[in-house]
C-alpha cells in the first residue's frame, strides 16, 4: 500500500466545479486500499440545517461515516458573508486546524473540503482555506472545470497557492464529459504547463450519480497513482490532446 498523506485540502477554481465528488473520489480510493479516511467541511453554506449537505453526498457515494461537518449556514454565499447574514458565529479557521490534527493522529487520511474558491472569506478577518492549508502544511488538490475559463481560473489559484507557501498536491478536472469540445481538449495540455506537472485525474461527468460500486470504479480510473488511482495522464493527453490535430 503506498503511504497516504495524513492531511489533504480540496479547493476549487471556483464554486461548482466538483470539488465534492473529486473530496469523495479521494476518499473512496484510500478507504479501499485499507487507510482510515475522515471528511471535514469546516463551512457549508447554502443548505438548511435539516437538508442534506456535501457530506451527506460523500457519505453516499463512499459509504464512509467518519464526516465533519462544524458549521452551516442556510444562504448560498461565502461562509463569511453567510454567517453576517444569518446572526450565527462565523467558521474560526485556526480553531478547525486544531481540530483536523486531533483527526489526523489517528487517521490515515484526513481530507478537508474548502467553500467555493481557494480565497473565499471564512470569517470577516479574511481568513481562507489557502491560510488553513499553510497552518496544516497540508497540500492542497484543485479542482477545475475543463472548459473555457479553465485555464486563467487555475493559473490564479496556483499563482496564489504559491504566493502563500502551500504545496500543489495535483489539479484534477472535476467533470470531463464524453464529447469534449475544442477547448477542453486544448485545455488538457495547458493545464499541464501551468501546473508544471502532469494532470492528476479527471473525473468523469456525472460520477456524483453513480452508485458506490460504480463510484468506486470510476474514482480508481480518474485519479493519479500519486492518489492511489490508476489514472494515466499521458494517455489521457495523447487520446485528447491536439498536437496531432
Known amino acids: 500500500m503506498c503511504r497516504l498523506?495524513?492531511?489533504?485540502?480540496?479547493?476549487g477554481t471556483c464554486t461548482g466545479v466538483g470539488k465534492t465528488v473529486v473530496t469523495a473520489a479521494l476518499a473512496s480510493v484510500a478507504a479501499a486500499r485499507g487507510?482510515?479516511?475522515?471528511?471535514?467541511?469546516?463551512?457549508?453554506?447554502?443548505?438548511?440545517?435539516?437538508?442534506?449537505?456535501?457530506?451527506?453526498?460523500?457519505?453516499?457515494?463512499?459509504?464512509?461515516?467518519?464526516?465533519h461537518e462544524f458549521a452551516r449556514f442556510p444562504d448560498p454565499?461565502?461562509?463569511?458573508?453567510?454567517?453576517?447574514?444569518?446572526?450565527?458565529?462565523?467558521?474560526?479557521?485556526?480553531?478547525?486546524?486544531?481540530?483536523?490534527?486531533?483527526?489526523?493522529?489517528?487517521?490515515?487520511?484526513?481530507?478537508?473540503?474548502?467553500?467555493?474558491?481557494?480565497?473565499?472569506?471564512?470569517?470577516?478577518?479574511?481568513?481562507?482555506?489557502?491560510?488553513?492549508?499553510?497552518?496544516?502544511?497540508?497540500?492542497?488538490?484543485?479542482?477545475?472545470?475543463?472548459?473555457?475559463?479553465?485555464?486563467?481560473h487555475t493559473a490564479l489559484t496556483l499563482e496564489a497557492m504559491a504566493h502563500r507557501g502551500v504545496q500543489l498536491g495535483g489539479v484534477v478536472i472535476g467533470a470531463w464529459p464524453d464529447e469534449p469540445d475544442l477547448a477542453m481538449r486544448s485545455n488538457v495540455r495547458d493545464l499541464e504547463t501551468i501546473a508544471a506537472r502532469p494532470l492528476a485525474g479527471a473525473l468523469p461527468a456525472g460520477a456524483g450519480a453513480l452508485d458506490?460500486?460504480?463510484?468506486?470504479?470510476?474514482?480508481?480510473?480518474?485519479?493519479?497513482p500519486s492518489f492511489g488511482g490508476g489514472f494515466d495522464a499521458a494517455a489521457f493527453r495523447d487520446t485528447y490532446g491536439l498536437d496531432k490535430e
Open 5 to 11: 498523506v495524513s492531511v489533504l485540502v480540496v479547493t
Open 35 to 67: 487507510a482510515s479516511v475522515a471528511v471535514v467541511k469546516p463551512g457549508q453554506t447554502g443548505v438548511g440545517d435539516d437538508e442534506p449537505g456535501d457530506l451527506d453526498e460523500v457519505r453516499r457515494l463512499t459509504g464512509l461515516t467518519d464526516l
Open 77 to 152: 454565499l461565502s461562509p463569511a458573508a453567510a454567517a453576517r447574514r444569518c446572526g450565527r458565529p462565523p467558521v474560526r479557521l485556526p480553531e478547525v486546524a486544531e481540530r483536523v490534527r486531533d483527526l489526523s493522529r489517528d487517521r490515515g487520511l484526513v481530507l478537508v473540503e474548502g467553500a467555493g474558491g481557494l480565497l473565499v472569506r471564512y470569517d470577516d478577518e479574511g481568513a481562507t482555506i489557502a491560510d488553513l492549508a499553510h497552518w496544516l502544511d497540508a497540500a492542497a488538490v484543485v479542482v477545475t472545470r475543463p472548459g473555457l475559463g479553465a485555464l486563467n
Open 212 to 224: 458506490p460500486a460504480e463510484f468506486l470504479v470510476a474514482a480508481h480510473r480518474g485519479l493519479a
